[in-house]
């Protein structure tokens, strides 16, 4: 009877693998399907496409081209890249440095402190664009690197992040490390950041996609093309795509490229960033 019930077993376990990789496929396809779509419509000539056809019977490049040169997206796609490169790192730095203090330094006020740091998340994004913008402007720092990435160089969501996983690490970690005469700057440079790398590499994916992905900010402190980001240069593809409606399509797909490269680089600092502080212990 035990024999029997092995192979028995063993096509339950077949059929629920099945039914798993089915469900991912199914999701999968899901997803992907609006993404292939608009891949397609940009490689459609102009009078085709709004047609229904999955796989078009004529395929063009020249609308690429077009979209690269109308748009300016070479200036603006390396704008938002010297933008998002500058905002991940201070981002980084200020969360780990900030989250260490909160997590592992003891000082009087720290949990309140935390806290009312911590509550400015709750503080929406356009209740703070006016002020933020004539602060920019009483610097001078309209048209400009400064003014697009300063506002920006701190995060309490960062800060909370790292705070959690930095109360993973034992205790006993830093009082050995007291004890062996290293300071908190050394600690943090070849324990603590080391053993939270994951977390970090996290941090600084959500950092640079939301930097890259940002719109409102940009066309409040810039007036001038040269420091537009690359939703500038989507919204000029706009204004000029009346009789091409691909140019549009086609500027999106371009200004998405880093963003896929990004994700499939990064994937795994992603997934392991996220899970790396769901358990204390």
Same mark, same amino acid.
């Given at each position: 009877?035990?024999?029997?019930?092995?192979?028995?077993?063993?096509?339950?376990?077949?059929?629920?693998?099945?039914?798993?990789?089915?469900? $991912?496929?199914?999701?999968?396809?899901?997803?992907?399907?609006?993404?292939?779509?608009?891949?397609?419509?940009?490689?459609? @000539?102009? #009078?085709?496409?709004?047609?229904?056809?999955?796989?078009?019977?004529? &395929?063009?490049?020249?609308?690429?081209?077009?979209?690269?040169?109308? !748009? %300016?997206?070479? %200036?603006?796609?390396?704008?938002?890249?010297?933008?998002?490169?500058?905002?991940?790192?201070?981002?980084?730095?200020?969360?780990? /440095?900030?989250?260490?203090?909160?997590?592992?330094?003891?000082? @009087?006020?720290?949990?309140?402190?935390?806290?009312?740091?911590?509550?400015?998340?709750?503080?929406?994004?356009?209740?703070? /664009?006016?002020?933020? %913008?004539?602060?920019?402007?009483?610097?001078?720092?309209?048209?400009?690197?400064?003014? $697009?990435?300063?506002?920006?160089?701190?995060?309490?969501?960062?800060?909370?992040?790292?705070?959690?996983?930095?109360?993973?690490?034992?205790?006993?970690?830093?009082?050995?490390?007291?004890?062996?005469?290293?300071?908190? $700057?050394?600690?943090?440079?070849?324990?603590?950041?080391?053993?939270?790398?994951?977390?970090?590499?996290?941090?600084?994916? &959500?950092?640079?996609?939301?930097?890259?992905?940002?719109?409102?900010?940009?066309?409040?402190?810039?007036?001038?093309?040269?420091?537009?980001?690359?939703?500038?240069?989507?919204?000029?593809?706009?204004?000029?795509? $009346? #009789?091409?409606?691909?140019?549009?399509?086609?500027?999106?797909?371009?200004?998405?490229?880093?963003?896929?490269?990004?994700?499939?680089?990064?994937?795994?600092?992603?997934? %392991?960033?996220?899970? +790396? !502080? +769901?358990?204390?212990?």
């Amino acid at each position: 009877m035990a024999t029997s019930a092995v192979p028995a077993m063993n096509r339950v376990t077949g059929w629920r693998a099945v039914g798993r990789y089915g469900l $991912l496929i199914a999701l999968s396809a899901l997803v992907l399907f609006p993404i292939y779509t608009t891949v397609i419509a940009a490689f459609k @000539p102009a #009078d085709k496409v709004l047609d229904n056809r999955l796989v078009p019977d004529s &395929f063009t490049l020249d609308i690429f081209r077009d979209a690269w040169t109308e !748009g %300016r997206l070479g %200036r603006f796609l390396l704008n938002s890249l010297v933008v998002a490169v500058v905002v991940t790192v201070a981002q980084v730095i200020t969360s780990v /440095l900030s989250a260490y203090s909160f997590s592992l330094i003891e000082f @009087p006020g720290r949990n309140v402190l935390f806290l009312l740091f911590l509550a400015t998340l709750l503080v929406p994004l356009e209740a703070t /664009l006016v002020v933020n %913008r004539q602060t920019i402007d009483s610097l001078g720092w309209l048209n400009s690197y400064q003014g $697009l990435a300063v506002p920006f160089l701190a995060t309490a969501f960062g800060t909370f992040l790292m705070r959690q996983v930095f109360l993973t690490l034992p205790r006993d970690m830093r009082d050995a490390a007291t004890i062996d005469g290293v300071g908190h $700057l050394g600690f943090l440079r070849h324990v603590a950041v080391p053993l939270v790398r994951p977390t970090i590499g996290a941090l600084a994916l &959500f950092s640079f996609l939301s930097t890259w992905n940002m719109y409102l900010w940009p066309t409040l402190v810039t007036t001038e093309e040269d420091f537009g980001t690359v939703q500038s240069g989507l919204k000029l593809l706009k204004s000029r795509a $009346l #009789d091409t409606p691909n140019l549009v399509i086609a500027g999106t797909v371009i200004a998405a490229i880093p963003i896929f490269l990004v994700l499939l680089i990064f994937q795994r600092q992603l997934v %392991r960033g996220l899970t +790396a !502080g +769901a358990v204390k212990g």
